[in-house]
């Protein structure tokens, strides 16, 4: 997907919807120059809101009161740092239902799903607050006679994070408890497509204690965007999106001398060995293709089936989904459904030409959500589960991101042809293996060419203290979000070397390189 997707701009908005504003100086701020964009409640296709779209006025203003932020929290002792952290996970913890309704409101996810984002995000967050022993420097004590050799790390100033629609808190998360722990100061641009999440936890950070400036929110589409990327007084860029989105941020980003990690797109293969549990296997191809209507960069998009199991996987996975409810995330009267809506009706035409492509060019279509249409509530951006079988790896349905509730099934004759199909995709974000093989398990991994492997698990998304990130065209740069590699981003190194003089060690004059 791309901000192509996104309404139009426009100049105005009707009076008596909101405007979704920046957050600038610890308080909101309407769009300087007037623009602002849609926002829909995906569930019910109507407009619910309109949200401030940056022009350069409010960049500039944004990075300013960014960099002011950056120069208080960073002078907080350790100590006042990390009780403003405890205390923003307290809140977050406490009043965390508010969140998911938010996020359900705009996205469209379902509730209890809404909240499973909000915990991975805490996850970090929890991480975050031991950020005293794992920011802790070295020392060592007497590398040459009487010269102490030591490291700090530092924050880097003012660090950037933009984010995709389809996690509008969790993958804010995956950066912020870590940039601001270590002392930076952040300005995050989220979706324009979703963007009420951001206030929120902004206006949550003022509470837990963060002074104003040190989280700033800018909310916006390419202006902002490029705004950020080219900011003499802006160090780093954490970027979360679609693959020719985080390639363009990359490589302008680092032409500007940025710090910079950018994720991709993806498209998950799931290889599904002949003595796997095919209930197990079936039960999570549904749970990973369908959960947030497919709208997650760890969804399963492709089952491969090692033969001769295709026929009863295929049959399985059709079972199950026939038992999905589709329908309004936030609930109704029969409770909360499976699946929502997608996240545009832009979108929905998107997924649904994939479907049109896989079939013209000779797949199967097993089961066909274009069309779907849910009670009282015609008008939301809903597409049904969908599964095609045999689709050829040559279709470009096969070899692109769909990004929607879209099961794909190839037929493999065996284990070396999966693992082949696999490592010849552009992307390498997640797969999984279902076998009760441990070989076959261990061989898996050795030569799969993915960052994030699931065994017998469909979304192998690692818990806070590992790192999360792709392969190949699913990660440019070399630093993966949160974990070790977190604290890396978010920290430059310096290196002391410190001798007090000692007039029984005075080497006195040499000019030879300096040697132990
Ligand atoms: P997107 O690339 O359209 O947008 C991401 C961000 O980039 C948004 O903030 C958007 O405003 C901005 N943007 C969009 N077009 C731009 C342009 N031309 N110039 C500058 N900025 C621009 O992605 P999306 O549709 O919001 O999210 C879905 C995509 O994100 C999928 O491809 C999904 O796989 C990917 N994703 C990847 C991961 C991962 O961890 N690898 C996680 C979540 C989502």
Redesign the pocket.
């Known amino acids: 997907?791309?901000?192509?997707?996104?309404a139009p701009a426009t100049q105005a908005a009707p009076v008596d919807l909101p405007i979704v504003p920046h957050w600038i100086d610890g308080a909101e701020r309407a769009p300087a120059g007037g623009r602002t964009a849609e926002v829909y409640n995906p569930a019910t296709g109507a407009v619910s809101a309109h949200v401030a779209l940056a022009d350069e006025a409010d960049v500039a203003a944004a990075i300013a009161s960014a960099s002011r932020g950056f120069e208080t929290w960073r002078e907080y002792s350790i100590a006042k740092r990390q009780s403003v952290l405890f205390a923003f996970r307290e809140l977050l913890n406490a009043r965390k239902a508010e969140l998911a309704e938010i996020i359900t409101a705009e996205h469209g996810k379902v509730l209890s799903d809404a909240m499973g984002e909000i915990l991975r995000g805490l996850e970090v967050v929890e991480l975050a607050c031991g950020f005293p022993s794992l920011l802790k420097g070295g020392f060592s004590e007497n590398a040459s006679t009487g010269i102490d050799v030591y490291s700090l790390r530092q924050p880097l100033g003012v660090t950037g994070i933009?984010?995709?629609?389809?996690?509008p808190a969790m993958?804010p998360m995956?950066f912020f408890p870590i940039a601001i722990a270590a002392g930076n100061a952040v300005v995050l641009?989220?979706?324009?497509?979703d963007p009420s999440a951001s206030i929120w936890m902004a206006r949550l950070w003022q509470e837990a204690g963060l002074p104003d400036g040190a989280f700033t929110v800018l909310q916006?589409?390419?202006t902002?965007?490029?705004g950020l990327?080219t900011s003499p007084d802006v160090q780093s860029i954490s970027?979360?999106?679609?693959?020719?989105?985080?390639q363009?941020?990359y490589e302008t980003a680092s032409r500007h001398g940025k710090r910079v990690q950018a994720?991709?797109?993806?498209k998950n293969h799931m290889l599904v060995l002949p003595d796997a549990d095919l209930d197990l296997a079936a039960d999570q191809a549904v749970n990973a293709g369908y959960g947030a209507a497919g709208?997650?960069?760890?969804a399963i998009s492709v089952v491969l089936a090692v033969e001769p199991v295709a026929d009863e996987l295929v049959g399985k996975i059709k079972e199950r989904i026939a038992r999905l409810r589709i329908g309004n995330g936030a609930g109704g009267p029969d409770g909360e459904p499976d699946m929502g809506p997608l996240?545009t009706s832009q979108?929905r035409e998107r997924v649904a030409g994939y479907v049109d492509i896989a079939e013209a060019d000779g797949a199967r279509i097993v089961v066909d959500g274009r069309g779907c249409s849910v009670e009282g509530h015609e008008d939301g951006f809903f597409f049904g589960p969908t599964l095609i079988d045999d689709v050829p790896t040559t279709s470009r349905a096969y070899q692109e991101?769909i990004?929607g509730p879209v099961l794909e099934v190839v037929r493999v004759p065996s284990f070396r042809d999966g693992v082949d199909l696999i490592n010849s995709g552009a992307f390498g974000?997640g797969t999984a293996i279902f076998t009760n093989d441990g070989g076959a398990a261990r061989r898996f991994q050795h030569e799969v060419q993915v960052g994030m492997i699931g065994i017998n698990v469909p979304i192998p998304v690692p818990v806070a203290y590992h790192s999360?990130?792709?392969w190949k065209s699913?990660?440019f740069g070399d630093a993966k979000?949160y974990g070790e590699h977190g604290f890396d981003f978010f920290t430059r190194e310096k290196a002391i070397t410190s001798r007090w003089l000692d007039p029984a060690q005075h080497g006195g004059i040499n000019l030879g390189f300096p040697q132990n």
């Open positions: 997907m791309s901000t192509t997707d996104a933009i984010s995709p629609f389809n996690f993958v995956w641009k989220p979706s324009e497509k916006g589409d390419k902002a965007v490029d990327l970027f979360v999106g679609s693959t020719p989105i985080a363009y941020i994720l991709g797109g993806a709208e997650r960069c760890m996240i979108h991101e990004f974000n999360f990130g792709g699913s990660l979000a």
